[in-house]
Structure formats: structure tokens, C-alpha cells
């Protein structure tokens, strides 16, 4: 039986630059215009011309791609005509393969909101739809509030969604736009409309604020949808739009779905999404989820030792699907809960064959569990983790000791008559025979103490040129009868790798200054720089 073509329409740089604390360049908007182009996704909605430089930069010029690159915005504005409107003209001079228009479809909205009648409404759909087809372009409808307009007026609700299909629009989209529907609701709304217009022409636009996004998305594909609009990551305003990084893998790898339908991302790609999803990561310059479904890092660990032994013969014992197929692997975590059987198998990812009677295995277990006693996290840790397993097998060498730092914090009165905070720090490094001695300032005491100490390495500075601290967080633990503070800190490289180190201490400066030393160390031994 031949599978049905399912179409995925991309909204990150659209509905998901609409998230609080998210601010595209254009130079960001190409390269994730990009990197969704490259994963096989079919629209690629990048903007909104017209409204701010940033999108009308982006739409000044034809993008290539495989995807068809989408200009986003309104209808024509009630009582005026297509040719009298700059905002319309902006998006039909749009250089793009297809327009999505958003309007109002439930009659609460257009009454309230538009503050126009019900059939200006439909007129402008109409009108908008014309003319962008006029203007060649493939043409697509967001119907707003679709949802909660149908089921206070279906019939209003639908003849907008008509109003779009009978002039020739590609798509109708019907958005749960407030995000509070329910995917049984959804299922047999979509399923309503389908009856009216072919599922082949209908998508779904799901926003998450029941955490239902995605289910919501399924649910408009069993009914007959054959559009799922998304965002990488689920990005967007609010709680975001469904998780379009969650939804291609249960397409591609959940029998339910894969034997029905076809999607444009091959399997080549999806064993990239997991690359792709922390790309949105580095670019947003946040920290990814560790917990994120299919592409977390915690996606496929596993902690008990009894669980560990079982992976370790057969996989599929505690995995849904395989690791590698989205591109991420399976880890199981070095715990104070782990047996041996742990600690081998990521002595083995490290590339440290080591035989599983070796006396050195229960040192090393020893030393992990004592040390997570008083509060390490070698699970998060990965690296640090590796380091003093390298450690006790007596392979890291010893480039460089720091024989001194100095941390200073002073707040004065600037020039301006302004409170601000100054902080400092020197550091003494020695290096074979030379001894250097860096300062520096920073917006902060770590911050300045990470500066001064990746200032001057000597012979192995152009080691750590392209090292980047890009997450740090501080967790105030209570062991036993005193408080002590636990830093993690994640780094990542110009080869696109990230490693998380830790430090613990009664004092936050120590404990970042190990998690700090952890990672330059890390660092010089991943690029293998000599003793
Ligand atoms: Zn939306």
C-alpha cells in the first residue's frame, strides 16, 4: 500500500521569534532557515514582511531552498481594497514561493477585536487570496481562534476556512491559537471539517498550553489533517507551538505513523535532528533540555545498575526506539547507584578497555561514590567524570598548575555618581618552566577568574582558542552538617562538542574554579595537546 504524503510547516522563525527573550538576526534567520531546509521540512515560515527590518531584510531576496519559504501576514485590512493596502503590498512584493494569511475565523473576534461585520471578513479572505494567487504564489490560510470560534459558531468558523479553499488556497490551517483545546476536541472538530474540505488541504497549528501540543497534532492527523505546523524545540509564544523535533521522530519511527504516511525528512536526516535541535540551542544561547523527548542527553540514560546490566544485553529491554536513528546514544549513567557494569560500559564510550576484574574498577567506584557523598553529580558531569577515571588510570598529564589566584569584588560610586560592582582577578600559572601571571575584569568574580585564566596558557593556548563557556549554574546543597555549593559549568568547542564539569566546595569561588580548570583540562586532552 502506498503512503500518504503528511506536509510538516516550520514556524520557528515566525510564531517561535514571537517568544519572550528571543530576538533573530537576519544572519540567525538564514542559517535556521537553513539547518530546516537541510532536515527536509516542507514550508519554512520565516517572517513577517513589512513589520520589523529584520523580516523585510530576509524577504528582500529570493532565499534557495528545497523548502518553500513562506512570507507571513494579514489579509487585507477591512474597508479597504488589495491595492490600497501597504501592509498586503508588502507581503505580495515578498520574495517568497508561498504566503500564509492570518485571520480571524471565529465571529467573537471579528466582531470584538476587527471591529468589523462577518462578511467584510470573508470579503477580505476572499480578496487576499486572490490576489496572492494573482501574484503566483502558492497561498495559504491561519485560521485564528479556529477552535473556540467553531464551537461557539461553527458554521461562521467554517465558512471562513471555505472562504480561503473556494478561491484556490493550498491550505487551510485551523489554529488553536489560545492553545486550550483538548485533543479529543481537536480530533472531532478537524474531523467535522474534513468532511467539508479534503483532509489533504487542512493543517493544524497546536499551541502547548495544556502540554498537549503535540498529542493535539496527532490527533488533527488521525482526523484527517494533513499539515502539521510546528517550531523547533516548540518554541513560541507562551508555552510554544508543538515540538516539531518531538513530532518527525514518532512520524518516522512509530509504526501507528510511519506505515500510513511519508514525510519529506529522510532517514539520513533524522539521525541529524538531534544536532539540529541543539543548533536552536547554540544559536538562542541556551542551555539544551536535558530531558527533551528523542534528543535530550537524558533521553536514553539510564541510572540503576539492574537496568544498565539488562541494556548492556540487549537494548531493547529499556529503550522505545534506538538511540542512534536521532542521532543521539545511549548513556548510562555513573551513579552512586551504579554497579560496575556502568562504569565499564563508559569506560568503554571513553575508550578505556579495562578488564571488569581489575582492582582499578572498584578504586574508581570507590572514588565516585565518595565523592558523590559530598555532593558531585558525575551523572551531569560527563566530563569531569572522564577526567578522574583518566586520572586514576594515570593518563592525564600535568600541563600547566595554577599557583595562585586572586579574586577581588569592589563596589563604588562611578563617575556618574552610578553603584556598579568591579570585579578582578589575578592568576599565577606555571607552564613547564615559565610562570605567567594574567588579570583581568569581568561582570563578575567567576567571570573574571574564567578570563584571567584562559588569558595566558603559554605554549597551550592555541588549545583552548576555541573553548566557549555557554552554561553555568549553581545548586546550594545540604550534606551533611554544612551548606556546600555545587557549579556546574558546560563548555563547547569549535567542533560543535559540549562537556559539563563540576566543582564542589563550602566556597562558590573554589567550586568554579574547579569546574573551570576541570574544563580547560578537558579541553587540552580532547585536542590532544602534548605534555
Ligand atoms: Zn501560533
Redesign the pocket.
Known sequence: MSRERLYLFD?TLR?GAQTNGVDFTLGDKIAIARMLDELGVDYVEAGYPGANPTDTGFFAEKRPAQAKITAFGMTRRPGRSTSNDPGLAALLDAEADAICFVAKSSDYHVRVALETTEEENLASIRDSVRAAKAKGREVLLDCEHFFDGYKANPAYALACARAAYDEGARWVVL?D?NGGTLPLEVEKIVGEVCKQIPGDHVGI?A?NDTEQAVANSFAAVRAGARQIQGTLNGL??RCG?ANLVSIIPTLKLKAEYADKFEIGVSDEALGHIARVSHGLDDILNRAADRHAPYVGESAFATKAGIHASAIIKDPATYEHVPPERVGNKRKLLVSDQSGRSNLLVELDRIGFAIDKDDPRLSRLLDEVKEREAIGYAYETADASFELLARRLLGKVPRYFDVEKFDVSVEQRINAKGERVTVSMAVVKVRVGDELLISAAEGNGPVNALDVALRKDLGKYQGYITGLELTDYRVRILNAGTEAVTRVLIESADETGDHWTTIGVSSNIIDASFQALMDSIVYKLVKSGAPA
Open positions: 514556524t510564531d489554529c491559537t497549528h499551541h513560541g509564544e507551538n
